[in-house]
């Protein structure tokens, strides 16, 4: 196992590159200068000459890319063009309010999806089967920015039940109930797609697992369905959500882009979308970057987590 981790993370170097490339060579492909949107436009020439001398933005962009690989490598993402500031500074001030909202939807979606797929799995074809078929259908097609709005106003604006938007009351001391009441929206709207995604992909594999031949010699020496379904076929219909799981890790801050943004969550989702207006490319590629190692954390988590499920894998 251990040299089967060293030789996956070596693989994830030129991965990483690879990505740093493409991402670097868009931001430079796109139109405008970043930094002249910073600038005050009644400036003389010199000093916006100046200033983009400062950046490094006169050099060309091979130099421009190593600098920044450079720095990236010592945890240096740059300055902020708007903001100049560290850009690590201001991921880690976003970092907890993030994956806090990361957090609670995935265990809302764990704990809803898994349930509700075996079960429909055991009793596929019933009412409820159909009538959780289609609310999963409705969830894998319904936008997450189409929900938000809705909940938005049906919960928060005509019944009052829950804020508007924000991670807690202004003017309030900190506390956990207010903060939970802040996030509960968000999360709902966050875990909706992958609760989806989860229920069928969890009703799926254990349809497969319980047609199994293992499981009918189970049934016919007499154990209890209960023992038959959660000691001896779940743990081998889990494998294929362990794929889904940690493909979750970098999607999830794919989503909280919108919902951070409507629900006025003050996390990367948010500051990933005031970069991209604000053309502050640092800013973009740290978080490109981030996503990028998640995605890599999260196939090396599922690899792991096959071996434990199934002793047959070896590697």
Avoid at 126 to 151: C, E, H, I, Q, R
Avoid at 209 to 227: M, S, W
């Amino acid at each position: 196992m251990f040299n089967y981790l060293l030789r996956r993370l070596i693989t994830v170097i030129p991965i990483l590159l690879g990505i740093s490339i493409i991402s670097f060579a868009i931001m430079q492909a796109a139109p405008g200068n970043p930094a002249v949107m910073t600038m005050d436009p009644t400036i003389s020439a010199e000093a916006r000459a100046r200033q983009l001398e400062a950046l490094g933005l006169n050099d060309p962009i091979p130099v421009q890319y190593v600098k920044w690989l450079s720095g990236v490598v010592r945890g240096d993402f740059g300055l902020s063009y708007t903001q100049r500031r560290p850009v690590m500074e201001m991921i880690l001030e976003r970092l907890p309010n993030t994956l806090l909202l990361m957090l609670v939807a995935t265990i809302l979606a764990m704990l809803v999806s898994i349930p509700i797929g075996i079960y429909q799995a055991r009793k596929r074809g019933s009412a409820l089967d159909y009538g959780a078929t289609v609310f999963s259908f409705a969830g894998l097609a319904m936008p997450n920015f189409w929900l938000a709005m809705m909940l938005i106003m049906l919960l928060s604006v005509q019944m009052g039940w829950f804020p508007v938007g924000g991670v807690s009351t202004l003017g309030a001391d900190f506390s956990i109930l207010d903060r939970l009441h802040h996030l509960i929206l968000p999360a709902l709207v966050l875990a909706t797609s992958d609760m989806a995604a989860l229920t069928r992909y969890t009703r799926s594999s254990m349809i497969d697992v319980l047609n199994q031949d293992y499981i009918r010699t189970a049934r016919a020496k007499g154990l209890v369905e209960r023992t038959v379904v959660y000691r001896h076929g779940l743990r081998n219909g889990l494998i294929p959500i362990v794929t889904i799981f940690a493909l979750m890790l970098p999607t999830m801050i794919g989503g909280s882009v919108i919902v951070e943004t409507i629900f006025s969550w003050p996390g990367i989702g948010r500051m990933f979308i005031s970069a991209v207006f604000e053309r502050d490319y640092p800013v973009i590629m740290a978080i490109t970057m981030i996503a990028a190692v998640l995605t890599v954390i999260g196939n090396l988590i599922a690899d792991i987590c096959y071996a434990l499920l199934d002793p047959r894998i070896e590697y």
